[in-house]
């Protein structure tokens, strides 16, 4: 349950995500955007463990693209279960994230 | 540190004082019970040395009422015991003491002891400060969730605008909602309704809430469709919320005539749309990102365009109604409300039916956000022309005769529509309350023939098939965006006739014309053209006259016209 943040190399991070992303992620995620300051990061978020997510998950993720450039963010989110993939592209982030 | 020693024999006492002045300790005496309750009470000591047994009050009664004095307070109280009475030490306990010495007296067993206990009560006085600060933020935050609400409903007036036809079930998870429903009708007749759903519960939900209200309203009240509404709604959130805040929402826009609806679903669940049978006919997907995230040359407004026979359900819920979950932890999810409508029985669901069938489910389980049902029962025979709202405007009717011409050419047609643009300048200068829907149908009808037809070419044969009708709304748009000539003129007037003041609609566009004959139909034959649009403009204008070629028309509309 939980983030956990690894440095892939100099330009990307893996986000590995677990249990349910909600809410009570939201200090972890601010620490981790606020460590990763450098423009043109890369960022692979692994949610294979993602059981749930709720409307704070999306707005972290916004937050993300946010700081990682906006329409020229290079964000993937991975490993989805299909009710997540589902929920996300409710939301129409699969025109804003790469999701497989 | 400061320390009372409550002890009946002046030796006991004199041995404890001795001991405890090396150790730094400041000592207090007392002689008695009632003494010591006394000594507590004038110098607040830090911790409490009690012997038992000792005249006017004895230990234990003297422990229970310093205990109650010190309220939530942690004063540590030892008792001063001998090894063999273990009777007397459970019962000490009892009434409050917190540990026990026995005599005789080794003094570095003491200081422990002592050291020990006040290690506790600091530790149990800032637990009690922090438990205060809480306390205090949670009353803060109380107070400030009650403003939040007071500007919530005062900004969505609590429900007081909710068009008949439209029945709710809303359950916020906390004091308010995060999910917003507003219902209007249009200056034509038709209605829009929205349900919103903020991230969050409380104050951020308030704050969107205002700007979002305040521009449903009134761009309803002027005539904009809802495809002109999100984008005015993106705009605004997008500036106003932080960039992790946002509004998923549904909004469907139903004609004057009940004969389709215009649906745009950003990050709701499935708009779902019922037969008279309380059978599925449509489910619209959300095909939008939420409100207040992308930037406004990047949001999409396309609406999908529905047929409707004037009898179906229209339902619209927030995403808590799938998250609920039932004691398997299993969610409700889309799939559980979309068979909410998959019934063979034949039996009409009703919105009670579909609230019973979630809690059912939700049973022992859990419920963790706003939940918002939305049904809307589109009635035919509701008086469109209930949507007058000549409430609180007092200015008078302007009682002389004016003209107003205006052109549009092919470049102003793909981007505005002057109809809603017109009528508010007309009902800025003239008021026509009472006659602005009429009006509105008339002017739009003419409008949306000229362009339709007259510019365009459609072919309104289309529209009598549900796949004609979607074809038919998106050779409009591919149509207009390669418009390059071509204009429209609408003229409006006011003049004095024989029999009162009239206004005079007339709109030309530069077309090839049309066989208007086709188009003087009663009313209930509907079918072709422009469903009932024009027929329901004869019925509403004292005259209306097309040119031979059918590229203009003109029609009167009486001022004294009964409301």
């Not at chain 1, 972890?28 to 423009?39: P, V, W």
């Not at chain 2, 109650?68 to 306990?93: N, Q, R, Y």
């Not at chain 2, 072919?459 to 071509?486: H, M, N, P, T, V």
Request: with cysteine; aromatic share 8%; net charge negative.
């Amino acid at each position: 349950m939980g983030i956990n943040v690894v440095r892939v190399n100099e330009n990307e991070i893996a986000i590995i995500i677990s249990g349910r992303f909600d809410f009570s992620m939201n200090n972890d995620f601010r620490k981790i955007l606020s460590e990763s300051n450098e423009t043109g990061q890369k960022y692979s978020i692994d949610m294979g463990a993602v059981e749930d997510l709720d409307s704070a998950a999306l707005g972290m993720l916004l937050l993300l693209r946010e700081k990682a450039g906006g329409d020229t963010a290079n964000i993937k989110i991975r490993k989805c279960r299909p009710d997540i993939v589902e929920m996300l592209k409710m939301a129409n982030f699969h025109t804003m994230f790469d999701i497989s | 540190m400061k320390i009372l020693i409550a002890e009946d024999s002046s030796l006991s006492r004199s041995v404890l004082s001795s001991i405890l002045e090396k150790f730094d300790f400041v000592v207090i005496e007392a002689v008695d019970g009632k003494d010591a309750v006394d000594k507590y009470i004038e110098f607040d000591p830090d911790i409490i040395l009690m012997d038992l047994m000792m005249p006017v009050m004895n230990g234990y009664n003297a422990t229970k009422k310093i205990k109650e004095l010190a309220g939530e307070k942690f004063i540590p109280i030892i008792v001063l015991t001998s090894m063999s009475e273990t009777d007397s030490l459970v019962k000490s306990i009892e009434y409050g003491a917190d540990d026990y010495l026995n005599k005789p007296y080794n003094a570095d067993a003491i200081n422990a002891k002592i050291l020990a206990l006040l290690r506790i009560k600091e530790l149990h006085d800032t637990l009690n400060s922090n438990k205060k600060k809480l306390e205090h933020l949670n009353e803060q935050a109380a107070a400030e969730l009650l403003v939040a609400e007071h500007i919530y409903d005062s900004v969505l007036e609590k429900g007081e605008r909710i068009l008949p036809q439209v029945r709710q079930y809303m359950r916020p998870v906390t004091n308010f909602n995060g999910d917003i429903l507003m219902t209007a009708y249009t200056p034509s007749g038709g209605f829009n309704v929205m349900l919103g759903d903020f991230t969050g519960h409380g104050l951020s939900a308030a704050i969107g809430a205002i700007p979002a209200a305040e521009t449903f309203y009134r761009m309803t009240e002027r005539g904009f469709s809802i495809g002109d509404i999100v984008v005015e709604l993106n705009t605004k959130l997008k500036t106003i919320l932080p960039s992790n805040m946002f509004c998923a929402a549904s909004l469907i826009e139903v004609d004057q005539e009940r004969t389709t609806v215009s649906v745009w679903n950003g990050s709701n669940p499935d708009v779902v749309i019922t037969d008279n049978k309380g059978k599925m006919i449509n489910r619209i997907a959300s095909s939008h990102t939420a409100l207040g995230i992308v930037s406004p040359e990047k949001f999409d407004r396309k609406v999908d365009i529905f047929s409707l026979n004037g009898d179906e359900h229209i339902y619209m819920c927030s995403d808590g109604f799938l998250d609920a979950r039932n004691s398997e932890n299993v969610k409700f999810g889309m799939s559980g409300y979309i068979n909410l409508f998959s019934d063979d029985t034949g039996s009409n669901v009703e919105l009670n039916d579909i609230i019973d069938r979630l809690f059912s489910f939700a049973e022992n389980g859990e419920i963790n956000d706003d939940i918002s049902v939305i049904e809307i029962c589109v009635d035919k025979d509701i008086d469109i022309w209930n949507a007058d709202d000549s409430e609180g405007r007092d200015n008078k009717r302007l009682e002389s005769e004016w003209v107003l011409n205006l052109s549009f050419d092919a470049a102003a047609l793909k981007e505005i529509n002057p109809v809603p643009l017109l009528l508010n300048f007309v009902n800025g200068i003239n008021a026509i309350s009472g006659h602005k829907e009429r009006i509105y149908t008339t002017l739009s009808e003419f409008f949306t023939n000229s362009l339709e037809h007259g510019l365009l070419g459609l072919d309104s044969s289309l529209k009598e098939s549900a796949a004609g009708f979607q074809e038919y709304f998106s050779q409009k748009e591919s149509r207009l965006a390669e418009l390059q000539e071509g204009s429209i003129s609408l003229n409006l007037s006011q003049k004095m006739s024989e029999t009162g003041w009239q206004i005079i609609i007339e709109v030309i566009d530069s077309g090839k014309g049309f066989d208007h004959k086709e188009e003087t139909l009663t009313l209930g034959d509907n079918v072709g053209y422009a469903g009932r649009g024009i027929p329901l403009v004869y019925k509403i204008c004292e005259s209306v006259e097309y040119n031979d070629v059918g590229n203009a028309v003109k029609a009167v509309y009486p001022l004294n016209t009964p409301l």
